[in-house]
């Protein structure tokens, strides 16, 4: 079993910043892929990003390149999202997610999931 606990989420206006974390539980963090998703009101969950485990590779949804920067630290068991330049179209409840395998963008290759945190950015 593994716990996630995202924090970071608040409301800002639009060209901010925030940076999300994810704390991670029950498991070799180390060893596993992860990543963020997002789901407005109304949507599905989307891709985001995710990191490798060793944190060498990354990828993108093309919505959010040159904008969010995912990273991990393995010592503290935690995955973080830096998003900048938030545009309205950003705000909804950004989850993170434990994984398996390789890096992907399937929602149901992650095994884990986090409760979300909100990101609500006024224009």
Same mark, same amino acid.
């Given at each position: +079993?593994? +716990?996630?606990?995202?924090?970071?989420?608040?409301?800002?206006?639009?060209?901010?910043?925030?940076?999300?974390?994810?704390? $991670? %539980?029950?498991?070799?963090?180390? %060893?596993?892929?992860?990543?963020?998703?997002? +789901? #407005?009101?109304?949507?599905?969950?989307?891709?985001? $990003? #995710?990191?490798?485990?060793?944190?060498? /590779?990354? !990828?993108?949804? *093309? %919505?959010?390149?040159?904008?969010?920067?995912?990273?991990? *630290?393995? $010592?503290? /068991?935690?995955? !973080?999202?830096?998003? /900048?330049?938030?545009?309205?179209? *950003? &705000?909804?409840? !950004?989850?993170? #997610?434990?994984?398996?395998?390789?890096?992907?963008?399937? #929602?149901?290759?992650? /095994?884990?999931?986090?409760?979300? &945190?909100?990101? &609500?950015? %006024?224009?």
């Amino acid at each position: +079993q593994v +716990q996630l606990v995202e924090s970071g989420g608040g409301s800002v206006q639009a060209g901010g910043s925030l940076r999300l974390s994810c704390a $991670a %539980s029950g498991r070799t963090f180390s %060893s596993y892929t992860m990543g963020w998703f997002r +789901q #407005a009101p109304g949507k599905e969950r989307d891709f985001v $990003a #995710a990191i490798s485990w060793s944190g060498t /590779n990354t !990828y993108y949804a *093309d %919505s959010v390149k040159g904008r969010f920067t995912i990273s991990r *630290d393995n $010592a503290k /068991n935690t995955v !973080y999202l830096q998003m /900048n330049s938030l545009t309205p179209e *950003d &705000t909804a409840a !950004y989850y993170c #997610a434990f994984g398996g395998g390789g890096i992907t963008t399937r #929602a149901d290759a992650y /095994n884990y999931w986090g409760q979300g &945190t909100q990101v &609500t950015v %006024s224009s």
